[in-house]
């Protein structure tokens, strides 16, 4: 059975519980947001090879977006946990707050060849 890239990210950010994780926004329900919590979503998955009419390979984008109340200084290892999850690290940047929260967005790429 293949493992959809849904799930190869998600089994990565597990490694960094207790922090909390959401594919492309966090819902609570009855609650403040956590003080830490990481948002992931899939900005892009080309094809990057075909033979015979089939595709060969994919690259998979995948951006992190870690939450933070108390600024961008003690953040949890998402490069860690990604990179042995087999992604490789890309760009990052500061992005704007969210509410009471510091964001910083990291990107990762993920090379599947079926």
């Known amino acids: 059975m293949t493992t959809t890239i849904f ?7 597990a490694t960094l519980s207790p922090i909390q994780y959401a594919l492309d926004s966090m819902m609570m329900t ?5 003080d830490q919590y990481l948002v992931y979503n899939l900005p892009n998955a080309a094809p990057v090879a075909h033979f015979d009419d089939q595709e060969a390979a994919r690259r998979y ?3 992190v977006a870690i939450y933070s109340r108390a600024g961008l200084v003690s953040l949890p290892n ?3 946990a990604m990179l042995a999850a087999g992604f490789t690290r890309s760009s990052e940047r500061v992005a704007p707050n969210q509410g009471d929260h510091y964001c910083l967005e990291k990107s990762y790429y993920f090379h599947n060849d079926p």
Not at 7 to 13: G, N, P, S
Not at 30 to 34: T, V, W, Y
């Open 61 to 63: 984008q995948v951006q």
């Open 78 to 80: 998402v490069d860690a």
């Open 7 to 13: 799930e190869r990210v998600k089994t990565a950010l």
């Open 30 to 34: 009855g609650g403040d947001l956590p």
